[in-house]
């Protein structure tokens, strides 16, 4: 079910980013709004205040503030009018709509033993706006292509948040899942007919395809089977006993039961394309749920993302950490 994301927002908010300059409009990644505080966008990783005119500005004075009514609206509408089924949701903190957008909560926690019961007082909201861009792995999957045995190595992608991981994953599947008839990798190594594979993902907070009702509302490949809303640890076990997978797909792995899953995943000859938090390798090895799976080799490619005002650069190393290929600027050293 694809989604218009400006239609999220009550008035006067979605008057105001429609009256956007086009071209801002486009590049838009988050909209947040903060009771009482000056309305705020992130477009193409640049953060600017939107004025009732819509205009950008660096003065957080001249632009509009909502209050209290349209805060409450707003939370009606995501919500569907029925915020007491949001119940998990708002004890993680964030609500995954059709159309893969995540809107990220603010507010009063309730706790329960210690823990986070839910949210109340709800008064921040941060709107991340899911886009789906075919051809954005092109230059990235020729090299997490086993030629010789016509598998994917097992992977993991590392960025610091927001550089493109999930929209990388998203186009990964697609194209690992439909299959191409050439690869053009600036070498002739790196050509050949690609085999179509089984694809499963694991997709726990219905980011990567966007399911609504269990159908995904991105393009993941006519070869790909979606568990949705499910923890990964858990979802990659079911994926693994009940869909027979050539590949799984995971974001954001960090837990131990996480790390444990995927040692299970590739003792049982899957490969598995997963993504991490983390500015480098030395950051991630300082993580005990990853350490292990670094120390001892279990990927055979890692991935570093960064966006640029060019667009996204990367760097690709493989298990013992040697570049193989890296785009932009930056030294040769991995991790």
């Known amino acids: 079910m694809k989604v218009n994301w400006k239609e999220l927002f009550p008035e006067p908010i979605r008057t105001i980013l429609g009256r956007m300059p086009p071209a801002l409009l486009e590049q838009v990644e988050e909209v947040r709004i903060r009771e009482g505080r000056p309305l705020e966008i992130n477009a193409g990783n640049t953060y600017h205040f939107l004025t009732p005119q819509g205009s950008p500005t660096g003065n957080p004075e001249e632009a509009y503030v909502p209050q209290k009514e349209v805060t409450h609206r707003l939370l009606d509408l995501i919500s569907n009018h029925s915020l007491y089924t949001l119940e998990e949701e708002l004890r993680k903190g964030f609500i995954t709509i059709p159309g893969g957008h995540r809107i990220g909560l603010a507010g009063r926690t309730v706790l329960s033993g210690g823990r986070v019961e839910y949210l109340r007082d709800i008064n921040g909201f941060n709107v991340r706006v899911a886009r789906?861009?075919?051809?954005?792995?092109d230059r990235i999957l020729p090299y997490l292509l086993d030629m010789k045995s016509g598998q994917v190595f097992h992977t993991l992608i590392l960025s610091p948040p927001q550089q493109g991981k999930t929209t990388l994953l998203r186009d990964l599947a697609r194209q690992i899942s439909s299959g191409t008839t050439k690869l053009t990798g600036g070498s002739e190594l790196l050509q050949?007919?690609?085999?179509r594979l089984k694809v499963g993902i694991v997709d726990?907070?219905?980011?990567?395809a966007g399911s609504y009702k269990g159908v995904p509302g991105f393009d993941v490949g006519p070869r790909t089977d979606v568990m949705d809303g499910c923890p990964k640890a858990e979802g990659m076990m079911m994926m693994l006993r009940s869909m027979s997978p050539d590949v799984l797909i995971v974001d954001e792995i960090g837990r131990p039961e996480d790390a444990e899953a995927v040692m299970e995943a590739l003792h049982a000859g899957v490969?598995?394309?997963a993504t991490a938090h983390g500015r480098d390798l030395s950051e991630l090895s300082a993580r005990p749920a990853l350490r292990t799976l670094i120390a001892e080799q279990m990927f055979q490619r890692y991935v570093q993302l960064q966006r640029t005002s060019r667009g996204m650069t990367f760097r690709l190393a493989d298990g013992k950490m040697r570049v193989l290929q890296q785009t932009g600027a930056g030294g040769e050293a991995f991790g």
């Open 204 to 208: 726990e907070r219905s980011e990567i």
């Open 132 to 137: 789906e861009v075919h051809g954005v792995a």
């Open 192 to 195: 050949g007919i690609r085999p």
């Open 271 to 273: 490969s598995v394309i």
